[in-house]
């Protein structure tokens, strides 16, 4: 069992910058690849971007070259620095854990553990 827990995120204008956090507790969190994902209401969930345990980055096509994700085991904490933020990034971003980085890369099996989500705004 993973517990996830997600800081961060607010409001900004178009073009603007914010970071999300996530702290994993429970089993081994440095075992599993993490990742972000976002929803809007009305709208399927989405990835965003994912790393493995070895490093690996993913990232979808629409915030590739915005987004950047690392993790830091020694403190069990995922970070996302988001720059450039268009208004269709906002949303409610989760952070999610599993166990086999290819699922996330291609979209197979869903992420095991998830957090609550933090909402993310961008408006004029």
């Known amino acids: 069992q993973v517990e996830l827990m997600e800081s961060g995120g607010g409001s900004v204008q178009p073009g603007g910058s914010l970071n999300v956090s996530c702290v994993a507790s429970?089993?081994?969190?440095?075992?599993?690849?993490l990742a972000w994902f976002r929803q809007v209401p009305g709208k399927e969930r989405e990835k965003v971007a994912g790393?493995?345990?070895?490093?690996?980055?993913n990232y979808a096509t629409s915030v590739e070259g915005r987004f950047r994700i690392s993790r830091d085991d020694a403190t069990n904490t995922a970070y996302m620095e988001m720059n450039g933020l268009q208004i269709e990034d906002s949303g409610i971003y989760y952070c999610a854990a599993g166990r086999t980085f290819w699922d996330f890369v291609i979209g197979g099996a869903e992420p095991a553990y998830w957090g609550q989500g933090t909402q993310v705004t961008v408006s004029s």
């Open positions: 429970g089993d081994t969190p440095s075992r599993y690849y």
């Open positions: 790393i493995s345990t070895g490093g690996t980055t």
